[in-house]
């Protein structure tokens, strides 16, 4: 039997690589390199695939955890998890149209919609380890 009760932690760790792969994918297109590019955002295309099914595989199998923190610290939490709940959800289409546009070779396009999709998955990817880390791993 798999012990499910790892999941948030994989999911962390997940979403960082995915953050550290839009980077990396990010800078090898600066530096023009865009085979780098490519491969640097299939990757974390990927890694958030295997985030959002295991994340999923979790929820499913276990109720939200609440947030223990009281006072100031809960209102930064939510001022975190709010817009970030509400940025994954717009990040799986826009990140799906972005992908295709690239792959497909329209570039003009597909830089149009990474410009709004580049931030967002990457804030999605940030605060979804800073909200893991206020949930269970931070005493309050």
Request: aromatic share 14%; proline share 4%; hydrophobic share 55%.
């Amino acid at each position: 039997m798999f012990d499910l009760s790892i999941l948030p932690t994989v999911n962390a760790t997940l979403n960082g690589l995915a953050g550290m792969l839009l980077v990396a994918g990010f800078v090898s297109m600066r530096r023009g390199k865009i085979k780098v590019h490519r491969a640097f955002m299939l990757a974390a295309f990927t890694t958030s695939v295997l985030f959002l099914t295991s994340y999923l595989v979790y929820h499913f199998n276990f109720a939200f955890t609440r947030f223990p923190g009281v006072g100031l610290v809960r209102g930064i939490y939510f001022a975190i998890l709010i817009p970030h709940v509400v940025l994954a959800t717009t990040v799986v289409p826009l990140a799906l149209i972005t992908l295709s546009r690239g792959l497909r070779g329209r570039i003009p396009r597909h830089r149009r919609i990474a410009r709004w999709t580049f931030p967002i998955w990457l804030y999605v990817s940030v605060t979804g380890v800073i909200v893991y880390v206020m949930l269970y791993r931070i005493t309050w």
